[in-house]
């Protein structure tokens, strides 16, 4: 039922930076957990970041990206941000938004609603 719409990919090189945004449809973006995934070409789809839909908005990130990468909300727009710091070619992939649930405390966008995803390329 919520649209999404990312935006900020491009190609950047080895340590640079990228700020992915995603604006939701609807106001009640708010309820919902959100997720960034990424696929890259001949590889398997990877769950990078989450964050919960509660006032204190945990955060959950995968091993390859934590302390690299920021997932963050601003509920008043309805958007979602995933900064992207000391980026690595090995984060080239497409970057998808997605809104979703938490299954046995594991987020998973499967159910829920996907966005058309952004491209990342990071080369020298």
């Known amino acids: 039922q919520v649209q999404l719409v990312e935006s900020g990919g491009g190609l950047v090189q080895p340590g640079g930076s990228l700020r992915l945004s995603c604006v939701a449809s609807?106001?009640?973006?708010?309820?919902?957990?959100m997720g960034w995934y990424r696929q890259a070409p001949g590889k398997q789809r990877e769950l990078v970041a989450d964050?919960?839909?509660?006032?204190?908005?945990?955060?959950t990130y995968a091993d390859s990206v934590k302390g690299r990468f920021t997932i963050s909300r601003d509920n008043a727009k309805n958007t979602l941000y995933l900064q992207m710091n000391s980026l690595k070619p090995e984060d080239t992939a497409v970057y998808y938004c997605?809104?979703?649930?938490?299954?046995?405390?594991?987020?998973?966008?499967?159910?829920?609603?996907w966005g058309q995803g952004t491209q990342v390329t990071v080369s020298p």
């Open positions: 609807r106001t009640i973006f708010t309820i919902y957990a």
């Open positions: 997605t809104q979703g649930a938490y299954y046995s405390g594991r987020y998973s966008g499967e159910f829920g609603s």
């Open positions: 964050i919960s839909s509660g006032s204190g908005g945990r955060t």
